[in-house]
Structure formats: structure tokens, C-alpha cells
């Protein structure tokens, strides 16, 4: 059984998906509060991974 492949957003969608700086999601990525992999030198971050971090911060907020 395989699953389905993960959609992966480059730095500058998940910028303009979370409303966040280029800067604040280095510093996501580099605290480890938002996973992201990278292939051949080119950062990319699962749109589940954004998911997460977004239900993460909801939840810290309640």
C-alpha cells in the first residue's frame, strides 16, 4: 500500500499562506516548529506541516 505524495510549498507560499516574512519562517523552520526538507539545495515545506503549525498555535492560543 503506498500512500499519496505530500504537497510540498516553497518559502515564499507558505510566507503568503501564514502572512508571515521571509525571515519568521527561516526562524519557524530553524526552531523546528515547522518541518520543511530540502532537495538539492532548493527549502520546501509539506502543506501538512503548515497544517500543524497552524492547528499547534490554535491550540496554544485556547
Known amino acids: 500500500m503506498t500512500t499519496a505524495p505530500a504537497e510540498l510549498l516553497t518559502v515564499?507560499?507558505?510566507?503568503?499562506?501564514?502572512?508571515?516574512?521571509?525571515s519568521k519562517v527561516y526562524d519557524l523552520i530553524r526552531s523546528r516548529r515547522l518541518i520543511s526538507l530540502k532537495i538539492d539545495g532548493c527549502r520546501r515545506i509539506p502543506v501538512d506541516a503548515v497544517r500543524?503549525?497552524?492547528?499547534?498555535?490554535?491550540e496554544e492560543a485556547a
Open 12 to 22: 515564499p507560499e507558505v510566507m503568503a499562506r501564514l502572512k508571515l516574512g521571509r
Open 52 to 58: 500543524a503549525f497552524v492547528l499547534g498555535q490554535i
